[in-house]
């Protein structure tokens, strides 16, 4: 006699005793619905969980080849989490959302892969702070682009303006000067592909370190567009030039590499901007042949491949490394944490095999491999 297996991963729901909830969000074909129990935090559509959801609360969006559309965020407090924008299992499904209207305080979103987020835009004049995102995957992000305020935003540990399906015409970051106390750090920033020099990055205000500016080397490839009072250190333009499409004022640039750009591309501010101050630690001009990567498909290019790994070539790329303004390396894998290449904010199971069909009194061997963070 043979018996059929079904083997269960059981989520446990937990409510805090301070009102602290985990709602899991799952759209997949089949998935547990919400039985109308006290405490059962099952949704299967985002917008439902974002209408129940309250202050301290955390959204597992699980992993889904169905997309979860467009929400808006007005809760303050709250947690969207997803398993990062690359991750290192066994089927790499992830969390996607299309577009996320972000026009709460306090809200961390983490291990999504996102078209656009727009923090700070509702009608009306609105004021938000304390945004951190990281882990994600995301083509633009806009903070305060009408006369609303952002403040205290951080993106970390992102892969930012890289195509997601589509011909990215934008900037990746687009901060206004309503935008303020901004932390860009350990990112891949691509920006730009078209002929408009729009260039990667918007802001006003802002610490932009240990970041990977990428692009094809082209002479419309700029990795800033207005920048101004912004501190810029520690980053690799790799075929994206450090200059500005529009305006720079006011900025310092420390410790930076520029590579793989036409000359004249190739150098810092201040040359043509207002104020700007460079230090002699910038690098420029750096050549691309051999590579400065121990992987060495890395190509200057329009798009990151998820697959590359940007870690530093000890011989090749010597002068980039524990040179930092910190003492640490240049580029993204530099600073307190460096980036990682799959995103995942949590542990999660990469690999659970077992035997589906066994003898009835027989053994079932099962085999679990999980990463943690």
């Not at 460096?338 to 099962?366: A, H, M, R």
């Amino acid at each position: 006699m043979k018996a059929l297996i079904n083997i269960l991963v059981l989520v446990v729901l937990i409510t805090t005793a301070n009102g602290q909830r985990i709602l899991l969000v799952d759209n997949n074909p089949g998935a547990p619905t919400d039985d109308g129990k006290t405490n059962s935090f099952v949704y299967n559509d985002l917008p439902s969980a974002l209408l129940d959801a309250g202050s301290g609360d955390i959204l597992h969006i699980k992993p889904s080849p169905n997309d979860y559309g467009d929400v808006t965020i007005t809760t303050d407090n709250i947690s969207l989490i997803g398993i990062g924008f690359n991750p290192d299992k066994d089927i790499p499904i992830t969390s996607v959302i299309g577009k996320i209207d972000l026009d709460a305080s306090n809200v961390r979103i983490s291990g999504l892969v996102v078209d656009v987020i727009e923090i700070a835009n509702a009608t009306g004049i609105i004021s938000v702070t304390g945004i951190s995102i990281d882990g994600c995957q995301v083509r633009q992000i806009f903070a305060a682009s009408s006369s609303d305020f952002a403040d205290n935003i951080i993106v970390r540990n992102c892969l930012l303006g890289n195509n997601i399906g589509n011909n990215n015409s934008n900037r990746a970051l687009d901060f206004a000067a309503n935008a303020s106390n901004a932390i860009i750090t350990n990112n891949i920033i691509v920006g730009s592909i078209g002929t408009s020099g729009l260039g990667a990055v918007t802001a006003h205000g802002a610490l932009i370190k240990n970041n990977l500016f990428l692009g094809n080397g082209d002479a419309m490839r700029r990795a800033f567009s207005v920048l101004a009072n912004s501190t810029v250190n520690n980053n690799i333009f790799y075929g994206r030039s450090p200059q500005f499409s529009t305006s720079s004022t006011t900025n310092v640039f420390n410790s930076n590499v520029s590579i793989g750009v036409a000359a004249g591309d190739e150098v810092f501010p201040p040359i043509g901007g207002t104020g700007d101050t460079e230090d002699v630690n910038n690098i420029e001009g750096h050549p691309v042949s051999p590579s400065p990567f121990t992987d060495t498909n890395i190509v200057i290019a329009d798009a990151w491949i998820l697959s590359w790994d940007q870690t530093l070539d000890p011989t090749n790329a010597a002068a980039w490394i524990n040179t930092g303004t910190d003492g640490t390396n240049r580029g993204p894998t530099g600073s307190t944490l460096g980036f990682s290449s799959t995103g995942t904010p949590l542990p999660f199971i990469k690999i659970f095999n077992t035997t589906e069909i066994i003898k009835q009194g027989t053994d079932l061997n099962v085999t679990i491999e999980a990463q943690g963070n």
